[in-house]
């Protein structure tokens, strides 16, 4: 099928190098012509695993435009996937889909059939005002079109992107007309049939079953993405909740999580105690879905205590700090980690960033290291107090105490007893509780959990 897809993000690069790797015949179009140049070039703009290699191995195939009017007319299927940055309410703002549909109905054949489809993250009817903006420029143009505006929220992690494209847990379309539905039937069928070849790089896991499509309705859709972001955020909160408490009662947070977990009405993922979520996704959602609810007069209490917890465990670690160095005034404090979760290079609204700034506010020095996020961390400072490490193993020098923030595998296999040697004084607080406590005590460091 010809398709193109509109923004070239996490969700819109992956999802036209899948669909490419699929035989589909796929444009990709950007307004940031600095991102296209480096794509047209075959250089992968974000840190991804495996999607340098995708790029290496499809992108020739894939047309990287800045120009809608280019490749929107001969297409079967148009995917938005701009982003939906916050307002200062909270709520998506939602101009730039808006803004895609509109140039996408502004250049497609009146005569010809398209589908639409919404693939960026959108308040609950974002759908039928898509279709009134397309219909609006019908108008204006005198033309009938023929243009159906379906709902296909995306899934995706950062750091595990391509395997999730690949072998979805299922895919959720809401679209109400027949053409619709089959379009993006066979836009999906091989890999609702998994008829491709496995790349090497990713293989099919073993246990892998063949992915339902859901049908329903474009508001369910769009709530069903909403819905499951929230829920993770709030399981997640509700073991860093246990965790607060397991730490006053004297138990351990990560026995309690796998005896919880071992119910599979329960489950062991998202289960992990510790600093919490950020990203591009939990701290916006979950915002945005409490500007839906006090748009309808509604409230929603237990989405507001996943924030309110969520964002506590970042004061909670300072204070840990505060407490077992007494003061924070001149100490020098290492962070292990900078972007909000391990293989990504995406600082987004990382507890990172929180924690520094309680830090260097209360007179610390940071030294902080991570593999790949550095450039994108020192984006977001203005303050160039901060001293960035590129060596890990450099970062312990006259440090009071580390802080783990992201639990890269790099950090998992640190020499503990080589750390506690270069360190002023040897504490280490484990934000992600990766470390076995006894590991840490026999190398010679004071460790400091989450919940144990
Ligand atoms: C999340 C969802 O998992 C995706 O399904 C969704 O498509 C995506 O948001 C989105 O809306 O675009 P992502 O934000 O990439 O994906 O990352 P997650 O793997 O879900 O992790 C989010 C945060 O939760 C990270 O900061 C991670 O460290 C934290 N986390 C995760 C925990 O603190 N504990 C856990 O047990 C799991």
């Known amino acids: 099928m010809k398709v193109t897809i509109i923004g070239t993000g996490y969700v819109g690069l992956t999802?036209?190098?899948?669909?490419?790797?699929?035989?589909?015949?796929?444009?990709?179009?950007?307004?940031?012509i600095n991102k296209l140049n480096l794509l047209q070039e075959g250089n992968c703009p974000i840190h991804e695993p495996y999607l340098q290699e995708f790029l290496d191995e499809v992108g020739y195939n894939i047309r990287f435009t800045l120009d809608i009017a280019d490749v929107v007319p001969d297409s079967d299927l148009v995917l938005i996937a701009v982003g939906t940055p916050p307002k200062k309410s909270g709520e998506a703002d939602t101009s730039h889909v808006e803004t895609a549909a509109k140039e996408v109905a502004e250049v497609c054949?009146?005569?010809?059939?398209?589908?639409?489809?919404?693939?960026?993250?959108?308040?609950i009817g974002t759908n039928r005002r898509v279709a009134e903006v397309i219909n609006d420029v019908f108008s204006q143009r005198?033309?009938?079109g023929d243009v159906s505006v379906a709902s296909n929220p995306e899934f995706l992690q950062e750091g595990l992107a391509l395997h999730g494209a690949l072998y979805p847990d299922r895919i959720v379309v809401g679209a109400n007309t027949e053409n619709a539905l089959n379009d993006l039937r066979r836009l999906y069928q091989p890999i609702l049939e998994q008829t491709f070849d496995s790349p090497t790089l990713l293989p099919r896991p073993e246990s892998y079953h063949l992915p339902p499509m859901m049908t329903t309705d474009p508001n369910s859709a769009e709530m069903i993405k909403y819905a499951a972001n929230t829920f993770l955020a709030l399981k997640i909160s509700f073991i860093n909740e246990i965790a607060g408490l397991c730490e006053e009662v004297r138990a351990d947070v990560t026995e309690v999580a796998r005896g919880i977990g071992l119910d599979s009405r329960i489950g062991h993922r998202f289960l992990r105690a510790g600093l919490g979520w950020g990203g591009s996704c939990y701290p916006k959602d979950t915002a945005a879905l409490l500007g839906v609810a006090t748009e309808n007069d509604y409230e929603m209490p237990i989405t507001e205590a996943a924030r309110k917890v969520n964002f506590k465990?970042?004061?909670?670690?300072?204070?840990k700090l505060r407490e077992v160095l007494k003061t924070l005034e001149g100490k020098t404090i290492g962070i292990l980690g900078l972007s909000f979760k391990p293989n990504t290079d995406d600082v987004r609204e990382a507890p990172s960033l929180d924690i520094i700034r309680q830090l260097v506010d209360e007179g610390a020095v940071v030294r902080a290291h991570?593999?790949?996020?550095?450039?994108?961390?020192?984006?977001?400072?203005s303050?160039?107090?901060?001293?960035?490490i590129p060596d890990v193993y450099q970062l312990p020098m006259n440090t009071d105490a580390i802080v783990l923030v992201t639990e890269w595998d790099l950090y998992h296999k640190l020499d503990l007893r080589r750390l506690a040697k270069l360190m002023k004084t040897p504490i280490l607080i484990d934000g992600r509780n990766v470390y076995s406590p006894q590991d840490v005590i026999n190398a010679g460091i004071h460790y400091i959990g989450i919940g144990r």
Do not use: E
Not at 18 to 29: F, K, R
Not at 109 to 123: A, E, F, G, R
Not at 313 to 319: F, T
Not at 370 to 381: E, L, Q, S, T, W
């Open 15 to 32: 999802t036209a190098l899948v669909l490419s790797y699929l035989n589909h015949d796929v444009s990709a179009v950007d307004k940031d």
């Open 313 to 319: 465990q970042r004061k909670h670690i300072v204070d």
């Open 383 to 388: 303050d160039h107090s901060i001293h960035f």
């Open 142 to 144: 005198q033309v009938k």
């Open 370 to 381: 991570d593999p790949v996020a550095i450039p994108n961390a020192k984006n977001a400072f």
């Open 109 to 123: 054949h009146p005569d010809k059939h398209y589908t639409l489809v919404i693939k960026s993250t959108v308040p």
